[in-house]
């Protein structure tokens, strides 16, 4: 898929999207415990789940020229999504590592994934959100989705979910 070997130049680093491998998962993981309250984030029984399951993709990018010496890239950011019955798509997550935000990480993983989804024949995605977290609400806004309702208690801490969605 051409799409997948997209690369993005930003400040002398090289970021390159690509399909997961088996052997990424502990950098996502520890990508998602970084990125999210402990109360938030997946237990790497839940990551793994999601990442597995059959109707679901993954995607991540990564710093590519980072390791001139043969270590292994970074990973700057993932999204794991999936096509719903009905044809909707669904963001189960998006993670970006925090020195990476705003330089495009996310926009690309969201590029990807929404247009992943069209292929599939999906016609809206939609994703959940902690209602405080302003960045990703207002992220999402600008991306074109709206917010549909909110889930009261959504979250194991309590907190609201908003549920926002995008046709596509």
Do not use: W
Request: a neutral charge.
């Amino acid at each position: 898929m051409s799409q997948l070997a997209a690369s993005l130049l930003h400040c002398e680093v090289m970021l390159q999207l690509r399909e997961y491998r088996a052997g990424d998962f502990e950098r996502l993981y520890a990508l998602d415990q970084a990125c999210f309250d402990p109360q938030l984030a997946y237990s790497r029984a839940e990551l793994r789940f999601y990442i597995r399951h059959p109707t679901t993709f993954t995607l991540l990018i990564e710093d590519a020229g980072s390791s001139g010496d043969g270590a292994q890239a970074g990973v700057a950011g993932f999204l794991v999504a999936h096509r719903q019955r009905g044809g909707v798509g669904h963001i189960i997550t998006i993670d970006v590592e925090a020195s990476a935000r705003r330089h495009g990480v996310g926009t690309m993983l969201m590029n990807a994934a929404e247009q992943r989804l069209l292929e599939q024949r999906c016609s809206a995605v939609s994703l959940e959100t902690p209602a405080d977290n302003v960045p990703a609400i207002s992220f999402y806004l600008r991306r074109g989705y709206n917010i549909a309702h909110t889930v009261r208690g959504y979250y194991c801490n309590g907190l609201d979910a908003l549920v926002m969605r995008k046709q596509l």
